[in-house]
């Protein structure tokens, strides 16, 4: 039998993990930010955004077959969790946030997916 280890984790780098707690997973939960959420559109991405009794933001990934091969969505999906990743310490409070690609997300640079989640932020951090 294996013990597991437990380090601490030095520069603060243990809040910018992206956990299970930080996903949607249900289909109940996509449900529930489809029906009731606003939308907020970007030159990159579009997000559905429902406030949420948990403490940290969520995100689910809604990634249609439409864009590419499975190759091409995942490369999607990374570039989406890691700008989450990176800004989820400056939503406020918590929501429930479903992601969705726009035509031509290809062609852009990671730094379109943070200006994206930028934009996000300024709107849901105003209300």
Request: proline share 3%; hydrophobic share 40%; no cysteine.
């Given at each position: 039998m294996w013990q597991a280890v437990v380090?601490?984790?030095?520069?603060?780098?243990?809040?910018?993990?992206?956990?299970?707690?930080?996903?949607?997973?249900?289909?109940?939960?996509?449900?529930?930010?489809?029906?009731?959420?606003?939308?907020?559109?970007?030159?990159?991405?579009?997000?559905?955004?429902?406030?949420?009794?948990?403490?940290?933001?969520?995100?689910?990934?809604?990634?249609?077959?439409?864009?590419?091969?499975?190759?091409?969505?995942?490369?999607?999906?990374?570039?989406?969790?890691?700008?989450?990743?990176?800004?989820?310490?400056?939503?406020?409070?918590?929501?429930?946030?479903?992601?969705?690609?726009?035509?031509?997300?290809?062609?852009?640079?990671?730094?379109?997916?943070?200006?994206?989640?930028?934009?996000?932020?300024k709107k849901i951090n105003r209300s």
């Amino acid at each position: 039998m294996w013990q597991a280890v437990v380090r601490p984790v030095e520069n603060g780098l243990q809040d910018k993990r992206f956990r299970k707690h930080n996903r949607l997973l249900k289909s109940a939960d996509f449900q529930l930010v489809y029906q009731r959420g606003f939308k907020v559109v970007t030159h990159t991405l579009i997000f559905r955004v429902i406030p949420s009794e948990h403490q940290e933001p969520r995100i689910g990934l809604a990634i249609s077959r439409k864009v590419g091969k499975a190759v091409k969505r995942n490369l999607i999906k990374r570039r989406t969790r890691e700008a989450f990743r990176e800004k989820k310490a400056s939503f406020k409070k918590g929501f429930d946030i479903v992601v969705s690609p726009r035509r031509g997300i290809l062609d852009r640079d990671f730094q379109d997916y943070l200006k994206s989640f930028d934009i996000l932020l300024k709107k849901i951090n105003r209300s």
